[in-house]
């Protein structure tokens, strides 16, 4: 059907099954069906560097940054600029071209797959790109599975990246990602090898989560217990959303000295946790809430916006601030400037500083403090405290309440189960999911904050950290008989990572909400809840007796 997509790769997917005329996170469905031809190219792309792999030949670094650049792009609320994905589909053609050229000349034998073989002419993308989505597996759970790895590696592309900008790059890492992309496209696996590959994903999940958390801290130093401002000052203001490190970096260094402050949007607000940061005096303070609130928060905030990442919510057409949006790396919106980086990775931020000159100062939203900075390295400084109070009863239990927040009202059961906990029980947070309680007063426990914020939802890692250390002290031989619950909220690619992550941990009994993934299949769903104990939410009063919480 003309116009048609198919896309449930999110937890808003339209009806709990897949969005079919438009992204309910406002991608049209054009943009969807050039990013399905954007990973029919980037399978093909896999397949050429992987065979050259198993024959001991080295795969360019240009093809390494391609594929995590294109999965990155398909995260969702990442990119909506159909020109900019088709110039990926575009490289990717010749970046798989060439690798297919360098099989040739060693004699090696490539697979006849269409991935491989396509060669369509720009007038042919999109006919073509209605044949190479979800629907193409026809089988159901190994659709499924399908899926569920590729979401996976979405995320992981994406924490990947990151650590590039900042100099760490992982060859196992893009060796991994792209024999499993491969795969995807040879069809040559069985149901339960698939399932060994997704809960490989997870191994590698974790594998990159720490490569991140190293390239942070070395650059950045540990994230320190921090007081955050919520209020603004009368200079003009550049708000910066999104999850890039390098780019807050570099936004604070060029705005030095100019009169123009800095404020942290949603998943960017740790960026304040980090000492490197701290020297900065026009680093305000973070503003707003999470992702889902900007159309409002924007309008109010008067000052150019830097989105470093997904989580982007398309602006209305008569928006007061769509031609003060500003997009760098994967991300894209279609009339907004997008910033690239130089050959070394350099950002030249001066046209979004000379916009903010002219503009009024941000309008006061709130005003007060956010405490975070609880990764492992702080947290674990006050693990004699958190023993102590664990052993005396003050703390019965931790509650990981990590994961992402969304604009759906059955959100509002995270805030509301917050309020009901008990007050001898800690919450364990990364992510904007904290949106949702992390401005309740919800006080302390022998001067321990009941909200621990470890950073961003990559920063999950921290809370594996913390769990296993914890396991260490009290002498533990499963990570499950800590007295830790898990009760966590999903919304897009990063968040199947982060669950692979902790399945491949062995963690078991996690509750996941507001609603199971439409792409997991029952056959799919049911090896999760059978070997995982993997379940939905229901009701605060429930689930706090299913968790032992009451």
């Known amino acids: 059907m003309e116009g048609s997509m198919f896309c449930f790769q999110c937890q808003e997917a339209a009806k709990g099954s897949g969005c079919v005329l438009k992204g309910v996170c406002g991608k049209e469905s054009t943009t969807a069906r050039y990013m399905d031809l954007l990973l029919f190219v980037v399978r093909g792309v896999a397949v050429a560097a992987d065979v050259l792999r198993n024959n001991r030949l080295v795969v360019e670094e240009e093809v390494n940054l391609f594929v995590t650049d294109a999965l990155f792009a398909t995260i969702t609320n990442a990119n909506f600029d159909d020109e900019s994905i088709l110039k990926r589909v575009r490289k990717g053609l010749v970046l798989r071209d060439r690798l297919k050229a360098q099989a040739r000349e060693k004699g090696l034998a490539l697979p006849e797959k269409d991935e491989l073989d396509w060669n369509g002419t720009a007038e042919e993308f999109d006919s073509k790109s209605a044949t190479v989505g979800v629907l193409r597996e026809k089988n159901e759970d190994i659709r499924s599975l399908k899926e569920l790895l590729v979401y996976g590696l979405k995320g992981m592309a994406a924490y990947h990246e990151h650590a590039i900008r900042l100099g760490h790059s992982d060859e196992a890492l893009h060796a991994f990602m792209q024999q499993a992309l491969a795969e995807t496209a040879l069809d040559r696996l069985t149901a339960e090898e698939w399932v060994a590959l997704v809960l490989k994903t997870g ?66 607000l740790p960026g304040h946790y980090y000492p490197a940061f701290k020297r900065y005096e026009h680093f305000v303070g973070n503003y707003g809430n999470a992702w889902w609130k900007q159309r409002e928060e924007f309008a109010s905030f008067n ?69 975070g900075g609880f990764a492992h390295h702080q947290a674990l400084q006050l693990a004699g405290e958190i023993v102590e109070a664990v052993k005396s009863g003050a ?18 059961y995270y805030a509301e189960f917050a309020q009901a906990l008990p007050q001898d029980t800690v919450i364990l947070t990364a992510g904007c999911a904290k949106y949702k309680y992390n401005k309740l007063p919800l006080g302390s426990i022998n001067g321990i904050p009941r ?88 009701s605060v009063d429930e689930d706090l007796k299913k968790m032992g919480l009451v």
């Open 395 to 412: 703390i019965r239990k931790f509650v990981v309440m990590a994961g992402c927040d969304g604009r759906m009202k059955s959100r509002n």
């Open 451 to 538: 909200v621990l914020d470890a950073g961003q939802c990559n920063d999950s890692y921290s809370l594996v950290v913390i769990a296993l250390k914890l396991k260490e002290v009290f002498g533990l031989e499963d990570v499950n008989e800590l007295p830790i619950v898990y009760n966590i909220a999903w919304y897009e690619q990063k968040a199947v990572i982060v669950l692979l992550a902790l399945l491949s941990l062995g963690v078991k009994d996690i509750h996941l909400g507001p609603t199971l993934p439409a792409f997991l299949s029952p056959n799919v769903a049911k090896v999760l809840v059978d070997h995982f104990g993997i379940s939905g939410i229901t």
């Open 203 to 268: 191994e590698y999940g974790v594998r990159v989560m720490a490569l991140l958390d190293k390239a942070n801290t070395e650059r950045y130093g540990h994230p320190e217990v921090t007081k955050v401002n919520l209020g603004v000052r009368s200079n003009p203001g550049i708000l910066i959303s999104g999850h890039d490190l390098r780019d807050l970096e570099e936004l604070l260094r060029q705005t030095e000295g100019t009169g123009v402050d800095v404020y942290t949007h949603s998943e960017m």
């Open 303 to 371: 000052g150019p916006i830097v989105f470093t990442t997904n989580c982007i919510v398309p602006p209305s057409e008569n928006a007061v601030y769509k031609d003060r949006i500003f997009t760098t790396n994967a991300t894209g919106y279609p009339g907004c400037r997008h910033i690239q980086a130089d050959h070394e990775g350099h950002k030249d931020f001066s046209e979004v500083i000379a916009l903010a000159k002219t503009c009024a100062a941000p309008v006061e939203l709130e005003r007060g403090e956010l405490v």
